[in-house]
C-alpha cells in the first residue's frame, strides 16, 4: 500500500526558510515523478513543484519560482521542498502527491496528509 | 497556463438524488494521438486531503463506487453523482494534465446535502 508522510511545516516570519519532507512507501520511489500542491486556507488546490523520478527534471509555478527548490532522495525515499524568502501567500497546507504514471503528465493517485506552514510575524 | 473553471461553486442536492458538476478548460485537454481527455476529477472533505476518483475523463479509480462518473471531451466535462448519499458532501475539483507541468486545478464546487 502506497504511503506519503509529510512533515516540516512550521510557523515562520517572513523572508525566513523552511524545508518540508515527505516520506514515501509501497511503491518504487524512484520511477516515479512526484509533485507538491497546496491549499491555502479556505482556498482550493495549487500546483507548486514537480520533479521527474530520477530528478533530473524539476518544474515550478511562477509564483514560486526562484524562492523554492523541489528535490529528492531516491536512496531515502524522500521528497522535499526547499522555501525561501517565504511570504504570507505561501501560508497553506503543503501536500505532496504522487503520480500515477510512469512518465510525464500525470493526475494524482496518492497524498500526503499535509503539512502546515504559516508565515507570520 | 491552461485555466480551469468549474459551475457551480457550489450547490446543495437532496439525498438519492441526482448531482451535477461541470469543469471547463480554456484550451483543449484532448491528446489527438491517443484520443484521451487529460482530465482528473478528485473529492476532498473537511481535514482529509484529496481522493482521486476519476481520470482520463471517465476512467473510475478502484474501489470508487460507481455512483460517480465522469464524461466530457475536449474543453467540456462533467461529474455525475447519480444517487447522492450523505457521504458524498466534499468539494470536488477538476485537472488538467495534458500540459507537462504546470498542472492546474479548477476553483473547486463545494456540494452540500439539502
Known amino acids: 500500500e502506497v504511503h506519503l508522510v509529510d512533515s516540516g511545516g512550521d510557523l515562520v516570519p517572513p523572508g525566513e526558510s523552511l524545508r518540508l519532507s515527505c516520506a514515501a512507501s509501497g511503491f518504487t520511489f524512484s520511477s516515479y515523478a512526484m509533485s507538491w500542491v497546496r491549499q491555502a486556507p479556505g482556498g482550493g488546490l495549487e500546483w507548486v513543484s514537480a520533479i521527474s523520478g530520477s530528478g533530473d527534471n524539476t518544474y515550478y509555478a511562477d509564483s514560486v519560482k526562484g524562492r523554492f527548490t523541489i528535490s529528492r532522495d531516491n536512496t531515502k525515499k524522500t521528497l522535499y521542498l526547499q522555501m525561501s524568502s517565504l511570504r504570507a501567500e505561501d501560508t497553506a497546507v503543503y501536500y505532496c502527491?504522487?503520480?500515477?504514471?510512469?512518465?510525464?503528465?500525470?493526475?494524482?493517485?496518492?497524498w500526503g496528509q499535509g503539512s502546515l506552514v504559516a508565515v507570520s510575524s | 497556463d491552461i485555466v480551469m473553471t468549474q459551475s457551480p461553486d457550489s450547490l446543495a442536492v437532496s439525498l438519492g438524488e441526482r448531482a451535477t458538476i461541470n469543469c471547463k478548460s480554456s484550451q483543449s485537454v484532448l491528446y489527438s494521438s491517443n484520443n484521451k481527455n487529460y482530465l482528473a476529477w478528485y473529492q476532498q472533505k473537511p481535514g482529509q486531503a484529496p481522493k482521486l476518483l476519476i481520470y482520463w475523463a471517465s476512467t473510475r479509480e478502484s474501489g470508487v463506487p460507481d455512483r460517480f462518473s465522469g464524461s466530457g471531451s475536449g474543453t467540456d466535462f462533467t461529474l455525475t453523482i447519480s444517487s447522492l448519499q450523505a457521504e458524498d458532501a466534499a468539494i470536488y475539483y477538476c485537472q488538467q494534465y495534458y500540459t507537462t507541468p504546470p498542472y492546474t486545478f479548477g476553483q473547486g464546487t463545494k456540494l452540500e446535502i439539502k
Open positions: 502527491a504522487k503520480d500515477a504514471r510512469l512518465g510525464p503528465s500525470s493526475y494524482f493517485d496518492s
